[in-house]
């Protein structure tokens, strides 16, 4: 079955790095797109970043624009979120989620809870 | 950047009632770029329609989407104890991909 587990959060000071990971199973990796959503605290979605099934296309939120990179590395079928420049608004639980190729996310993780605080 | 409204932001119904959540957007978009999801405290979120109108696998047909241009509706026809949720629609057109507030149905 399709899984995506996400790992890798944590309390990190402000200007701090952080890297997610996310693996997959279940699925051939290679053959979809991936996303990272995240959820402030009591708050709504907010999509963070987007690479293409190759990793040829990658896009970000503005607000994330700059300071945070996303990868995956198909022989490990893991997708990445390279974090930097932390903020206290980055605050966030994580979630890599799959472009099902129906225009929307099939599957999710359980999501990583990110902390940016001094 | 497509922003979505939705409405109201909490519903109060008895289980049983019909839920009607609306997804209103700031310019038109193809109905083939607009999901809801569901989401429970301490869960992920999970796809329930995508498309406008097409069921994800494993969804109750009491689940049921509509809408065109800038206006969409998600129904549930008679509400189950597990539908004390809250809904989000997305638009997947492209980037910036974004979604809206959120609707919470919650147990009146």
């Known amino acids: 079955q399709v899984q995506l587990v996400e790992s890798g959060g944590g309390v990190v000071q402000p200007g701090r790095s952080l890297r997610l990971s996310c693996a997959a199973s279940g699925f051939i990796f290679s053959n979809y797109a991936l996303h990272w959503v995240r959820q402030a605290p009591g708050k709504g979605l907010e999509w963070v970043a987007v690479?293409?099934?190759?990793?040829?296309?990658?896009y970000f939120a503005d607000s994330v624009k700059g300071r945070f990179t996303v990868s995956r590395d198909s022989s490990k079928n893991t997708l990445f979120l390279q974090m930097n420049s932390l903020r206290p608004d980055d605050t966030a639980v994580y979630y890599c989620?799959?472009?099902?190729?129906?225009?929307?996310?099939?599957?999710w993780g359980q999501g990583t809870l990110v902390t940016v605080s001094s | 950047e497509i922003v979505l409204t939705q409405s109201p932001g909490t519903l109060s119904l008895s289980p049983g009632e019909r839920a009607t959540l609306s997804c209103r957007a700031s310019?038109?978009?193809?109905?083939?770029?607009l999901a809801w999801y569901q989401q429970k405290p301490g869960q992920a979120p999970r796809l329930l329609i995508y498309g406008a109108s097409s069921r994800a696998t494993g969804i109750p047909d009491r689940f049921s989407g509509s809408g065109s241009g800038t206006d969409f509706t998600l129904t549930i026809s008679r509400l189950e104890p597990e539908d004390f949720a809250v809904y989000y629609c997305?638009?997947?057109?492209?980037?910036?991909?974004?979604f809206g507030q959120g609707t919470k149905v919650e147990i009146k």
């Open positions: 310019q038109s978009f193809s109905s083939t770029y």
């Open positions: 989620a799959r472009d099902g190729y129906t225009y929307a996310y099939d599957y």
């Open positions: 690479i293409s099934y190759d990793g040829s296309n990658k």
């Open positions: 997305q638009q997947y057109g492209g980037s910036p991909w974004t």
